[in-house]
């Protein structure tokens, strides 16, 4: 009975040891589950970090698509040939016909290529003028070339497919 009565004696003590586990018992489930849901806080956050850095990634490169449309400008057949006309004048070369190709659409611009038939008095005009045509602040691609004698004046013939690109 010596413990019976101790109990008695010291229940309150017993009931508040028994109270104090419990509510540790509590508190550590809580703090546990509180610890699991700022875990996941975290990774969420360096999961939206990554979002982020891959959205400010597309943002720029959008960016810089404007920035090459921008860049390409829209152009319609008689601003490339005058433009076309404008260099073979400052290079000493003679367009003796210009004829439009078929236009060739692509997703993000729109190649308009002209068959150009020139004629010069030496090869160096025609280096010149290529140099001119394709620094040119349009986008000019010459896409083929055939280079000859004219028989008759003994100048130099060119026939070439010329391409200006542009956006849509």
């Not at 010459?142 to 280079?147: E, H, Q, S, W």
Request: aromatic letters at 8%; charged letters at 30%; proline letters at 2%.
């Amino acid at each position: 009975m010596d413990a019976f009565e101790w109990m008695i004696r010291n229940k309150n003590k017993i009931f508040n040891i028994l109270f104090l586990a419990l509510s540790l018992f509590i508190a550590g489930k809580i703090y546990g589950k509180q610890l699991e849901a700022r875990n996941l806080v975290v990774e969420k956050k360096g999961q939206e970090s990554k979002k982020n850095v891959i959205l400010e990634s597309i943002s720029d490169t959008e960016k810089r698509v404007a920035a090459y449309r921008k860049l390409l400008g829209e152009k319609d057949g008689s601003s490339v040939i005058n433009t076309i006309g404008t260099i073979a004048g400052q290079t000493g070369v003679k367009i003796i016909s210009v004829k439009p190709v078929k236009v060739e659409k692509y997703p993000e611009y729109v190649k308009i290529p002209f068959k150009l038939e020139l004629s010069a008095e030496n090869y160096h005009s025609f280096g010149r003028f290529f140099s001119r045509l394709e620094s040119h602040a349009d986008i000019f691609m010459v896409d083929a070339l055939d280079i000859g004698v004219e028989e008759k004046s003994k100048n130099l013939k060119a026939v070439l497919t010329v391409s200006l690109v542009t956006n849509k």
